[in-house]
Every structure is written in C-alpha cells, then in structure tokens.
C-alpha cells in the first residue's frame, strides 16, 4: 500500500496566519449600457479611509450565438478607475442631481482620474480615464408614453447616494453593509476582488 507524503500540509492557508482575508470592496451596483458595464464600488482602504469606486467594463463585440454584448475579461487593476473621496462623490452627486439628463456637459477631475458626462438629448455618455486608460459607456433613456426616461441615470444617482453614505461616515461596518444595501436598493452583493487598484 503506497502512502502520499503531503507534508502536513493539509488546509494550510498562507494569508493572515490561516485567517479568512478581510473584505475591504463591496459593491454597490452595477449598470448595464448600451457598449459596457458601469461598476460602483465602495472600498475600505486599510490605510484609512473609505472611496466609492467606478469603473467600466468595455463591450468588444457581440456573441454570434446571441447577439448579447461580450465584454473584456480584465481585473479590475487593469481597468481605468475613479477613486472619489467624501467630498468628490458629493460633487459628482450633487451635479446629477441639479442638471436635467438633457443638458449634462460636465467633467469631474479628481485628480489621477476623471469622470466625464456628455448628454444627447437623453441618453448619456460617461468617459473615466484613469492610469489603465480611458473607458465609455453609453447609458440609453427608456420612452414610455411622449416621455424618455434613463433609468440607468437615476439608478446611478441612486448607487453614489449610498457610496456618498459610506464615505461620508469615513467607514464601513461589513457586517451591515449587504443589509443596507439591499434595503435602500442596492445589490447587497460583495466583491470578491480585494483591492481595486
């Protein structure tokens, strides 16, 4: 009978002295547009801090099978992000929220990154350039009756009221953060990607 030497190796984990990582992204939503996926994050910095997070998944062709968008397979490091402290997802906030869809024409710099909103007519074009490069996603209204409605837009504000929430507190309680978010809206779905960046 032969015998496998495994070292005393069994279930032996190497982060954290055999600890569970701590999650410290969380996600709040995601938005699909018209040409990519427009991701909203809260991240707990383990340097201090708390950021909302947004970041684009480029569409980069159709699936023959099913017409359906194929999107890149990139980490999140690789793709351009904005990382907006308290006082940048205010701003940002605060813009969608005063500026009819229509007449949006604005970009946030914050700092390293950019956050860029162009309307036509309805729908809305958001550009986020960052170190990795620049990212666009278009963001359709919906007509229903004489009126169109971007959906996608409001859920946006909707997503960075709750970002803003947390950076706000300058912390995030884990435990209750898929609770919140799961009744003011969100996903409630965590992240499993540690860091963003």
Same mark, same amino acid.
Do not use: H
């Given at each position: 009978? &032969?015998?496998?030497?495994?070292?005393?190796?069994?279930?032996?984990?190497?982060?954290?002295?055999?600890?569970?990582?701590?999650?410290?992204n969380?996600?709040?939503?995601?938005?699909?547009? &018209?040409?990519?996926?427009?991701d909203?994050?809260?991240?707990?910095?383990?340097?201090?801090?708390?950021?909302?997070i947004?970041?684009?998944?480029?569409a980069?062709?159709?699936?023959? =099978?099913?017409?359906?968008?194929?999107?890149e397979?990139?980490?999140?490091?690789?793709?351009?992000?904005?990382?907006?402290?308290?006082?940048a997802v205010?701003?940002v906030?605060?813009? !969608?929220?005063?500026?009819?869809?229509?007449?949006?024409n604005?970009?946030?710099?914050?700092?390293? =990154?950019?956050?860029?909103?162009?309307?036509?007519?309805?729908?809305?074009?958001?550009t986020?350039?960052?170190?990795?490069?620049?990212?666009?996603?278009?963001l359709?209204?919906?007509?229903?009756?004489?009126?169109?409605?971007?959906?996608?837009?409001?859920?946006?504000?909707?997503?960075?009221?709750?970002?803003?929430?947390y950076?706000? !507190?300058?912390?995030?309680?884990?435990?209750?953060?898929g609770?919140? !978010?799961?009744?003011?809206?969100?996903?409630g779905?965590?992240?499993?990607?540690?860091?963003?960046f």
């Amino acid at each position: 009978m &032969a015998f496998n030497n495994f070292n005393g190796n069994f279930n032996n984990n190497s982060n954290n002295g055999g600890e569970p990582k701590k999650k410290s992204n969380f996600r709040v939503g995601k938005l699909y547009g &018209a040409d990519g996926i427009l991701d909203v994050s809260v991240w707990n910095s383990d340097k201090g801090g708390v950021y909302c997070i947004l970041n684009i998944k480029q569409a980069v062709g159709k699936d023959p =099978s099913t017409g359906m968008n194929v999107y890149e397979q990139k980490m999140p490091n690789e793709l351009p992000s904005v990382f907006m402290n308290v006082e940048a997802v205010r701003t940002v906030l605060e813009y !969608l929220k005063m500026t009819p869809v229509d007449q949006l024409n604005g970009k946030y710099d914050a700092g390293q =990154s950019s956050i860029e909103f162009t309307s036509s007519g309805a729908d809305v074009k958001i550009t986020l350039t960052g170190k990795a490069g620049t990212r666009t996603i278009t963001l359709k209204a919906n007509t229903i009756g004489n009126k169109n409605i971007n959906s996608s837009m409001l859920n946006l504000i909707d997503f960075l009221e709750i970002g803003f929430k947390y950076t706000k !507190l300058a912390k995030l309680d884990t435990e209750a953060f898929g609770n919140v !978010l799961t009744s003011e809206g969100g996903t409630g779905e965590a992240n499993d990607e540690a860091a963003p960046f």
